[in-house]
Structure formats: C-alpha cells, structure tokens
C-alpha cells in the first residue's frame, strides 16, 4: 500500500528565507504524488503534481518540487517566503488501483514571520 | 464555473443522531470522493461513487454510506454519530474515476 510521512508538523521561517517542506512516500509502483496547500477554513488547493514526466516539478504561487527515486522524497520548495504562503500543506500519494484515490501525509504547518 | 460545493459548511450534532452532507460537483465531473480530516489530521478517504454506485471505499464503518444522483451531485451519511466523527467532511470531484480531483472546502461536523 501506499503511504507517505511528512517530516515535521510545524516549520517556521522568516519572510523571504527558504521554505523546505519534507515529504518521502512509500509505494510499489512509480508513484504519482502531490503536494495541496489549505488555508484556514478551506478546503485543499492542488499546489502541484508529479506523474512521471519531468523529476523537478513546477507549481503555483513560485512553489517547486522535485522527486528522487533514490531517496523515495518529493520535497517542497519556495525560494523566499511570503506572509500570505502561512498555511497548512499536505503531501499525498495516489493509489496503484488506477483509481485517483490519494493518501494524505499528516500535514505541516508553515508558519511565516516578519 | 462553479467549482465543487458542499452544505452545509457548519453543524452541530449530538451522539447518536444521524447526518447528511451534500456535495455538488464542478461542472463537466462526474465522479465524487469523499475525505474525512480529523483536527490535525490529514483527510481520509471515505468512498468514491461514479455512475451512480460505490466504486471504492476506505476503511470506514458502515454508519458511513452514501449515494449519488443521476445528476452526480452526492450525499454521505453518517449514522449513530459517534464523538470521533467529529470532523471536516471534503468533497472532492473528478472527470472520471482517474481524473484529477478538485476539492470543496468541505462541511465541518461536530458531535457533542
């Protein structure tokens, strides 16, 4: 079955440093993985998605992640922070049924400071 | 376009009553899933129905079921609702049982 772990329930980070945001997964078949960002009281917003085409993938809102095979991760990435980026994001797998079911990592918290 | 759509966006319920939510999908899908996201959780799914039938299913209890219509708007159940329940419902939609989901802002449930 597939599953993944994100590393880390809260990261804090100044405005305009790095954001890394860690995800590995496990899977028996070449996964498809994404990374969805929720803001307060809403619902999930697909940030980006890898299915097997390009390793590094680009997203919205400046953010990037990229998939290696060798170290099972797909870890998120923005090169400088924004006050608006403060949310809760989640990394999620795809089942190997064929179905577009995903599994959920447990979520990180981003928090930014001025 | 509308995207998806869930109500109510807020209830309360006491322990063993009975729920239902409902989610109508983004225009142009016909398959809908349903996640549960527990407080500091990541969201669970449910089931997933297209073409009117359950497609797949998490592992979730009986007291969890649902149904879609023939214009594939959705509604999950929940029965004998339990302090556990207590919860953000998502819907999400998609073209098709592989396609891409896109998700409602879902239907917060709490059972006192």
């Known amino acids: 079955a597939q599953s993944v772990t994100q590393l880390g329930s809260h990261v804090s980070v100044s405005e305009g440093a790095l954001v890394l945001l860690r995800c590995n997964y496990s899977?028996?078949?070449?996964?498809?993985l994404f990374w969805y960002v929720q803001y307060p009281n809403q619902g999930l917003q697909l940030l980006l998605k890898?299915?097997?085409?390009?390793?590094l993938v680009k997203g919205i809102n400046g953010f990037e992640a990229e998939f290696k095979k060798s170290e099972t991760s797909f870890h998120l990435t923005k090169p400088s922070a924004h006050m608006s980026d403060a949310a809760e994001y989640f990394c999620?797998?795809?089942?190997?049924?064929?179905?577009?079911?995903?599994?959920f990592g447990k979520g990180t918290m981003l928090l930014v400071s001025p | 376009d509308a995207g998806v759509t869930q109500s109510p966006t807020h209830l309360i319920k006491t322990r063993g009553q009975q729920v239902t939510l409902r989610c109508s999908p983004k225009?142009?899908?016909?398959?809908v899933s349903w996640y549960q996201q527990a407080l500091g959780q990541g969201p669970q799914f449910i089931f997933q129905?297209?073409?009117?039938?359950?497609?797949q299913r998490g592992n979730f209890p009986d007291r969890f079921s649902g149904h879609q219509f023939p214009n594939y708007s959705s509604e999950l159940n929940v029965n004998a609702l339990l302090l556990g329940d207590s919860a953000l419902y998502l819907c999400?939609?998609?073209?098709?049982?592989?396609?891409?989901?896109?998700f409602g802002e879902g239907s917060r449930l709490t059972v006192l």
């Open positions: 129905y297209y073409e009117e039938e359950e497609r």
């Open positions: 999620a797998v795809r089942g190997d049924s064929g179905y577009s079911t995903l599994t």
């Open positions: 225009s142009g899908h016909d398959t």
């Open positions: 999400a939609s998609s073209l098709g049982i592989t396609g891409e989901l896109f």
């Open positions: 899977s028996s078949v070449p996964p498809y």
């Open positions: 890898y299915t097997s085409a390009a390793t």
